[in-house]
DNA sequence: AAAAATACCATGTTATCCCATAAATACCCA
DNA sequence: TGGGTATTTATGGGATAACATGGTATTTTT
């Protein structure tokens, strides 16, 4: 069964769920949590696709249906568009993918890092088809807003949606 | 037969019923009791799927009705607003998948113990398609909490229907 | 040649598997 | 129906495998 708002994602695929925190050693290398390592190699591929979150401090990434989404959002903009040059910039410029080494790790590029404001810990925080890494402190915080919102909200799901 | 009102629960499943209290082994594990177990494999799932219950402190959880559910819920979400964005880092991000392992036990992550409290001891009580997994003191008080509350409500309703 | 990236190895911790046991439950057959 | 046997269940422990993480060596880049 193929959902009707994303394509390219069926409900037998595995998500990324949980939160994890892992080091930065001195090399800048980080494990990406075997949990997610098993859903990024199923597709057979090695990296990880990254770009800086459009509306978080924070990193998004995923697999190749993250960058195939990404691409398929960027061919129903207008070629000429403002909206279309904006997010191509923002998108696909700064995007980067990572290698996954043979442990398991990755180098997050100082790029990613400024802008997320990583220092030397993260936390892996899944979302679903893709996943972010924060640096720990400001996640906390953007979770307790995420978590007040949701219970602000929480009235409007019950009613529609039993058990919530 | 499926229900239209909630398109993931059919008439002929199973109910989690009943509340079972369990130990917590010192390497941290917990038998799932085997009548909510049996339940689980139905659908070939080794799995329990958990978070933190929105409005008590206890631990939601479920198999694969469950997990579906939430998917559908995020799915019907605009991609690319904030509601989506707060809610799937509150359910997915704060969600786990734990394994059942062959002896029926699973090992319930730190996140959700701190969350719902527990040391050594949980009671599993069954609500229908999921199940709750609390600290067995704080459920009491919980059910006594609600008992008076219902108590309350029957006082209300009697005084309504004075005279008929 | 220096710096960075990559491969390879080592270690402590944690999770997982496998087996043992005691209690409870189900089963069977006289 | 009763009484004894087999099975299931919760729980403990030891052995094994997986994981995150640190370090060293080798390769690649520039």
Redesign the interface.
């Known amino acids: 069964m193929l ?4 394509p390219f ?1 069926d ?1 037998n695929m595995q ?5 994890y925190k892992n080091k930065i050693d001195q090399k800048g290398r980080v494990s990406i949590p075997a949990q997610f390592r098993s859903i990024l190699f199923q597709d057979g591929s090695q990296k990880i696709f990254c770009y800086p979150s459009l ?2 401090e924070a990193i998004d990434a995923g697999g190749d249906s993250l960058s195939r989404e990404i691409y398929a959002l960027m061919d129903n903009l207008d070629p000429y568009s403002d909206e279309k040059d904006f997010l191509s910039t923002a998108l696909f410029g700064l995007s980067e993918e990572l290698r996954i080494d043979s442990d398991g790790r990755v180098i997050l590029s100082d790029a990613l890092i400024q802008h997320a404001q990583i220092s030397d810990e993260v936390i892996f ?4 088809q893709k996943f ?1 890494i924060w640096e720990p402190n400001r996640f906390s915080n ?2 307790q ?3 007040k ?3 602000e ?2 009235l409007l ?1 019950s009613k529609k ?4």
């Open positions: 959902s009707h708002k994303y994602m409900f998500l990324f769920l949980s939160k509306d978080a925080v899944g979302l679903g972010q953007y979770l807003d995420a978590q919102k949701v219970r909200q929480r799901l949606n039993k058990g919530f």
